[in-house]
């Protein structure tokens, strides 16, 4: 059972929504800690560098437009399997297609405009956060629930 770190990105439709208390409740729920937290803008360069195997895409120019449009907020989660429990919890790409129950499922309508983006596997994780952190910039701490939300001898 791996203790990892993911990058999450609450997109411009989350903030101007005013879903970010609630998107994030779902991950604090969930058990995971928040190491770094910031509201930043996407610059277009950014937006390349973090989006890099879809700059070819046809649907990349919209993509950057929007992911450039507003602020977002960058945040990074860990926990145990967190990159692929995380991923579970944001649901399917598209709104449309999300299981309900879902972070996109439950409130988002658009394959573009999907609220959250998460890390998709270990080296995406190292990659992003690295993009949107300085290594000072995240925390470790032992929050006090912690032997509330699993057993101890689970490993
Ligand atoms: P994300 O998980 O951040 O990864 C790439 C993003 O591109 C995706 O969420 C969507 O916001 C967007 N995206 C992916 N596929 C499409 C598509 N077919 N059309 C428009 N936007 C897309």
């Given at each position: 059972m791996a203790l990892e770190r993911t990058l999450v990105l609450l997109k411009p439709d989350c903030v101007q929504r005013r879903l970010m208390g609630r998107v994030i409740s779902r991950f604090e729920d969930k058990g995971f800690n928040i190491v770094a937290m910031k509201m930043l803008r996407v610059t277009p360069e950014l937006a390349k560098t973090h989006y890099a195997?879809?700059?070819?895409?046809p649907f990349y120019p919209a993509l950057e437009s929007f992911i450039t449009a507003s602020p977002i907020v960058a945040l990074v989660l860990?926990?145990?399997e967190a990159i692929?429990?995380?991923r579970?919890?944001?649901g399917a790409t598209s709104g449309l297609k999300a299981a309900a129950g879902t972070i996109r499922g439950d409130f988002s309508g658009s394959r573009q405009?999907?609220?959250v983006h998460a890390s998709?596997?270990?080296?995406?994780?190292a990659r992003e956060i690295a993009l949107y952190f300085q290594p000072g910039e995240l925390q470790s701490y032992e929050p006090s629930l912690t032997p509330w939300f699993r057993a101890s001898d689970e490993g």
């Open positions: 195997e879809h700059v070819a895409k860990e926990g145990l692929r429990v995380t579970e919890i944001l405009m999907n609220l998709d596997g270990p080296d995406a994780a």
